[in-house]
């Protein structure tokens, strides 16, 4: 079966001249979850910009779903693609939750009662169906974060990508997203600092260190080797041991 | 979170008015507003008919006499110069009040108070019965350019998250013990003024960013598009239309 995701001898540099990765390799297999962690300025940021072509790849290939990204294929690629990013607030920029849901979809050519029903089934899907008529703005940062989550699902995307997802969230809402994320069935990538997060909700672990994949192995593994951990300046929370 | 302060215009019903297509809203009010201005100053009666036609439209919207008195002080600066101008006008003088008046100054005076009041009535009336998204997606309708469209929909919905901003600016400098009291302290609100405009301007990019992951191709898609039956343009029509019956009335009674 061909993988949700394959990044290639990745490399890329700011036009500033700064390096930040130095040849990324990694294959994320349908259905999976995964988590990326890393340090502040790993280069985290900078991959997942890769994933969408937003940012070109100054050397190597990436591949979603077999399609690899390129000029011509980035209107398929943001469809199967769904970034979530860590502000819902630059997420939601339409009046209402509908607007917004309806954004991306609209955006692939549908309309009518297909579009309709694509709103109201991403919204459901998180739980948050009752707010559709809502401007973002007034509702709660977890409630934002969720709608983020459903603007790309309605896009039928074939992996989701969260920058942080638990940034920010109180714990209800943060155990909430959990179990939202877990009831998805999407391929996802969840780039976050979140340790204990990462291992509840994600089998597999990479660690993005320098530019390049350090370290890529199931959850438990990565956050018991203590050495590993403190080599990428990676840090499990006061009292937290992984079962 | 300082949610919803613009929309303070807005009274939210389900009246006649409510209900019409924003579109045909403005165009009303657009229209009402030309033949005002169109209405040789001397001719009051029509200007007392035109205030009858805005006092049933705000009777039907259910919009409160008071509600509207208190959106009309944005019409103080022309107040302000409407009353000089009997003061500073020339030509033939009547005495008020021990006053030498001028009678042209007058007339200029009523002419902008009463065109102004009129129009801005007929605004705060549209903005009351209509809301500032809708206001929008009728002016898009109108055919204003999209782009302009998305500019204002975009302030529309940043414009909480910027107060939010400058309001957490604001704490984190008097917690650090900052009053302005005076002249000297304007640089310092000057480069907080700076700061906001720059974390607005890397939102922007960031928005911007979110749009193109999402698909976005420069053209906002259309969701839900406005239409508007000819009733409904019959029934916006009617207050410009009465407006005009009542310009020519006055019309044929003076001439």
């Keep these: 079966m061909t993988p949700s995701l394959e990044v290639s001898r990745l490399a890329y540099a700011y036009p500033d001249g700064t390096q930040a990765l130095f040849g990324v390799n990694l294959v994320i297999g349908r259905g999976e979850r995964v988590a990326l962690l890393g340090p502040n300025g790993a280069g985290k940021t900078t991959l997942v910009m890769h994933l969408n072509g937003i940012l070109t790849p100054g050397h190597g290939t990436v591949t979603v779903a077999g399609l690899p990204v390129a000029k011509d294929s980035l209107r398929e690629i943001r469809r199967r693609v769904g970034l979530v990013f860590q502000d819902p607030d630059d997420q939601l920029f339409m009046p209402t939750v509908r607007e917004d849901v309806a954004f991306g979809p609209a955006n692939l050519g549908i309309g009518g009662e297909e579009l309709e029903r694509r709103v109201k089934d991403a919204l459901e899907r998180v739980g948050m169906l009752e707010v559709i008529d809502r401007p973002p703005h007034h509702l709660s940062f977890g409630q934002r974060r969720r709608v983020a989550v459903a603007t790309v699902l309605a896009m039928s995307p074939e992996i989701l990508v969260l920058d942080e997802p638990s940034s920010n969230l109180d714990p209800a809402s943060r155990r909430e997203l959990a179990e939202i994320l877990r009831s998805l069935d999407v391929t996802v990538l969840m780039v976050t600092h979140d340790l204990p997060y990462a291992m509840e909700l994600c089998d597999r672990a990479l660690v993005l260190s320098g530019g390049v994949i350090a370290a890529d192995g199931p959850t438990r593994e990565i956050l018991s080797d203590a050495a590993l951990l403190a080599a990428h300046r990676l840090e499990l929370p006061y009292g937290f041991a992984p079962p | 979170m300082g949610a919803g302060h613009h929309h303070r215009i807005y009274l939210a019903g389900d009246t006649v008015v409510h209900r019409l297509p924003p579109q045909c809203k403005l165009v009303a009010v657009a229209a009402f507003a030309l033949v005002v201005v169109a209405t040789p100053r001397a001719w009051v009666g029509a200007f007392g008919l035109y205030a009858l036609l805005l006092a049933v439209t705000a ?34 003088r009547v005495s008020f009040l021990g006053t030498a008046l001028s ?45 302009l469209v998305q500019i204002m929909m975009f302030m529309l919905r940043y414009m909480d998250v910027i107060v939010d901003e400058m309001r957490r600016m604001r704490v984190a400098r008097e917690s650090r013990g900052f009053v302005a009291r005076d002249i000297r302290h304007v640089p310092v609100i000057a480069r907080s003024a700076g700061a906001l405009f720059i974390r607005s301007y890397e939102r922007g990019e960031r928005v911007h960013l979110a749009m193109l992951s999402r698909g976005y191709t420069g053209v906002m898609p259309v969701i839900g598009e406005l239409t508007a ?15 005009l019956l009542a310009l020519l009335g006055t019309w044929g009674l003076t001439s």
């Design chain 2, 229 to 243: 039956s000819f009733r409904q343009w019959l029934v916006a029509g009617m207050l410009p239309g009465a407006a």
């Design chain 2, 59 to 92: 009777r039907v919207a259910r919009v409160p006499f008071a509600f509207v008195l208190r959106r009309m002080v944005i019409e103080i600066p022309f107040v302000v110069f409407a009353v000089a101008l009997p003061f500073i006008g020339f030509g033939e």
């Design chain 2, 103 to 147: 009678v042209e100054g007058l007339w200029a005076a009523w002419n902008i108070l009463a065109k102004a009041s009129l129009g801005v009535i007929a605004s705060v009336l549209l903005a009351a019965t209509t809301e500032p998204r809708a206001m929008l997606l009728g002016a898009q309708r109108l055919r204003l350019p999209s782009l």
